[in-house]
């Protein structure tokens, strides 16, 4: 027998003649006169739009509502004389999220190439020129440098040690420990009451908890709603249905009315807590629904292969179809955590201070009457970063899983 | 092509220790149909048992019934001395003890062809890595795919990914080998490789039952060829004389469809 291998034929693909920019223009932009039209009318609406967003940001805008407020933004009301405990946090963040970074990028040519140096260029200009960071630019900065440095770092240690990965892993699980604790306070630290709890980190804070509560719950709906037990079955069922038809605003109003009767008089569950509870409950049902999807779409002939080697249920279900079912369902499944995200946006109706509930007693200060526009737009590009931050892991994530290339 | 193919084809080793012994098997599908309807079979150790019919005959129920993958209702199967119940430890353990190779390979996408060989090792017979690698990288040899233990089985062509998957069964020492039409989703171009494997297979006196519709591989290799349609087993006879002089009128009737 043969075998042909790529290498036997050594003709390189025929090189693609680029066109120049004009000829790109006219065969995509211009090609004929209905297409001409629909180009000038499209580029005038955009531009038009850009044009007044730029003049309104640059002229009318009175930014300082924001730099005059950025701590409760930030943080709410949690007081100002422990914000290095926020900084410390944030250094953690920085520098694991570094760290992962370059452990994940160690067999990438270049850590720093072009593009990834002008991304942190035009972060650090940012920082520095945009009038809503300034009371905190100073140290931000060092943050931006700290990312950068952990990344080295990470690169040369993830190719000294290869089993590195695990330990960043578990790195993260102790860092929500590490934050409730800076946040909270308590064993030596100054306590600080989840009333004071606000503003971004209260909004990342009932996100990552309710993702990392929703997940597991949700796997295990999934699996028990394609339980051969049929009890396990209904109730699997019927949660989900019913979950799913009720909204979530109803749920967290139960949350905080209901939650506290099912349990012992005395003991009153934290408001955030209960609020994160809820969250996590709501989405569990969608992202049942996502990971079922990506187990019906595991073809049986791999569940039969796997029984026919002898494996048993359990192993078969955690080494084979659960890690092509979860590759499967990543589109979906990230789609549900940035909807948890967003979601927490209405943990302000509760009465949480989370960021956009933040945003709404500034704008009730007759201070800064009026001034909707700018803070909107700030709280858009907030959450429009940490959703996009998520969509493109993701999508980082996925290229890494593919096995067919 | 491998070190293990010789000349000599057909005549192996067949003893008179049955492996799978088949009573009276009888099956209804879920919708009522009557797939299987009262067959019986002995399989001996260390002969190759090729199954024929048309599609729809019952043939890939009939043999996927010997490792409990497709529950019966009436009659019994005893493999190994173990007869099939409904007792999980006793599937597993006829599991074990019986590989299986599937028309559309069933490898694992998401390990490389090394994990999809080492897997079961690992899990089931609770070998170490190091020695399930070594017994893996000795079968991928034997099958020709060495050089490609470390991609993944999308990277691989179809005859490829079933000689990968002759290996996987290989590597739980199986007492005998289920082939469902092994061959049937292959380019015509990729079949060769396969059969050689079974082939050399037979030679190296595995007990193989094996579901094929390919003629050369049936006469050169089988010790016993079988036609089973609607639900029965219709003959059951040395390859010579089930090609060349079939008892019945069905088996002529489907030698001539297929000749």
Known sequence: MTTVTPDSFSSAPPEVVGLGPIAWAKKNLFSDWFNSLLTVVIVGIFSWGAIRLTSWALTTAQWQVIPNNFGLFMTGTFPSGLYPRIWALLAIICGLAGLSWGVLGRNVSTLFSRGVLIGLGLVCAFIVLFPPTRPSSLKLLPMVALVAIAAAAGRQAGRKFPGIGKWVSLAWFLSYFAALWLIGGGLGLTPVSTNDWGGLVLTLFTAVSGIALCFPLGLLLALGRRSALPVVRWLSTAYIELVRGVPLVALLFMGQVMIPLFLPIGSRPDRILRAIIALALFSAAYLAENVRAGLQAVPRGQNEAAMSLGLNTPTTLGLIVLPQALKIAIPAIVGQFISLFQDTTLLSIVGLAELLGIGRSILANPAYLGRYAEVYLFLAVIYWIFCYAMSLGSRKIEEKLNTNH | ?259
């Not at chain 2, 009436?74 to 299986?100: F, Q, W």
């Not at chain 2, 040899?141 to 233990?149: C, S, Y």
């Not at chain 2, 003629?215 to 040395?238: C, I, S």
Request: net charge negative; proline share 5%.
């Open chain 2, 1 to 259: 092509m491998t070190q293990f193919q010789t000349e000599q084809s057909s005549a192996h080793q067949m003893g008179t220790e049955p492996v799978i012994v088949a009573r009276d098997v009888e099956k209804w599908y879920d919708n009522g149909f009557h797939v299987l309807k009262g067959v019986s079979m002995t399989v001996y150790k260390g002969e190759v048992l090729v199954v024929m019919g048309p599609s729809g005959s019952g043939k890939s129920t009939f043999i996927r019934t010997f490792n409990a993958l497709e529950p019966y209702q009436k009659g019994t199967i005893e493999v190994d001395g173990t007869t099939i119940s409904h007792d999980l430890k006793d599937i597993e353990a006829i599991r074990r003890e019986v590989g299986m190779v599937f028309q559309q390979f069933n490898l694992f996408p998401h390990l490389t062809v090394l994990q999809n060989v080492t897997l079961a090792p690992i899990w089931v017979r609770r070998w170490p890595k190091s020695k399930a690698q070594e017994v893996a990288m000795q079968l991928l040899e034997r099958v020709g795919i060495l050089e490609q233990a470390h991609k993944f089985p999308g990277q691989l062509s179809g005859g490829q990914q079933q000689r990968v998957a002759i290996a996987r069964s290989l590597a739980m020492q199986p007492k005998v080998m289920l082939f469902d039409e092994p061959t049937s989703a292959l380019d015509p171009e990729m079949v060769r490789e396969v059969l050689d494997v079974m082939r050399g297979l037979a030679d190296s006196g595995m007990t193989m039952v094996c579901v094929t519709h390919e003629v050369g591989f049936a006469r050169e290799v089988a010790d016993r060829v079988v036609l089973m349609d609607g639900g029965y087993l219709v003959e059951e006879n040395t390859p010579q004389e089930f090609f060349s002089n079939p008892r019945e009128e069905r088996t002529q009737k489907f030698l001539s469809q297929i000749l």
